[in-house]
């Protein structure tokens, strides 16, 4: 069965203190790992897809890594309003719309 | 464009009553997932449809349907509720080519 952890499960941060949170998978033949964030109250938006090792992408402050276990998601410089949750998340093999999600790392970023 | 459409968006509902979510695609998307998220199990696979057709599903009792419409708006009904079917019903559409999905903003179904 198809499994994501997130760690931490909560993130503090001071503003302009750069962090990575982390997202381990297992799963059999990875089809993509999917980076979402959620703001309270909300669905969660779209961030980043990444197909394959050694894969990354960048959006303003956050850059996402992709290796054969894990994904990691650097905040560099995070500012209050990058504070949400960050949810990762793996396609099974029921097809892409079929989506094992993480738990999350709910970030704070404190002025 | 507009995006993901789900209503209502707040539900108090009583044990063993039924309720039926609603949910309106992105224009042009064929492709329509059902999520629950709850605080403690995080965002748990419902079902997928695609042009009128479940495609996949989650494991879910079946107490948990839904259905596809022509124009790709789709519906979830959940019956004979429980105090545990208390939660955040996320619905997320996406387009035949693309991977990613764009959520709506949830209906937070509450059952007394």
């Known amino acids: 069965e198809d499994q994501v952890t997130q760690s931490p499960e909560a993130l503090r941060l001071q503003e302009g203190e750069s962090s990575s949170l982390n997202c381990s998978y297992t799963?059999?033949?990875?089809?993509?790992l999917f980076w979402y964030r959620q703001d309270p109250g909300k669905g969660p938006e779209f961030l980043f897809t990444l197909y394959s090792a050694g894969e990354e992408k960048e959006k303003e402050r956050l850059k996402a890594t992709l290796t054969k276990k894990e994904s990691f998601l650097h905040i560099t410089a995070p500012k209050p309003e990058d504070s949400a949750t960050y949810l990762c998340a793996v396609p099974n093999s029921g097809g892409y719309q079929k989506v094992t999600f993480g738990i999350g790392t709910k970030l704070q970023v404190i002025p | 464009k507009a995006g993901v459409t789900q209503t209502p968006r707040y539900l108090i509902k009583t044990r063993g009553q039924q309720v039926t979510l609603s949910c309106s695609p992105i224009?042009?998307?064929?492709?329509v997932s059902w999520y629950q998220q709850t605080p403690g199990q995080g965002l748990q696979f419902l079902f997928e449809y695609f042009s009128e057709t479940q495609r996949n599903k989650g494991n879910f009792p079946g107490r948990f349907s839904g259905r596809q419409f022509s124009n790709s708006r789709s519906e979830m009904n959940v019956s004979t509720l429980e105090l545990g079917d208390s939660a955040l019903y996320l619905c997320?559409?996406?387009?035949?080519?693309?991977?990613?999905?764009?959520f709506g903003q949830g209906t937070r179904l509450t059952v007394v």
């Open positions: 799963v059999s033949g990875l089809r993509g």
């Open positions: 997320a559409s996406s387009s035949t080519q693309n991977t990613e999905a764009f």
């Open positions: 224009s042009g998307h064929r492709s």
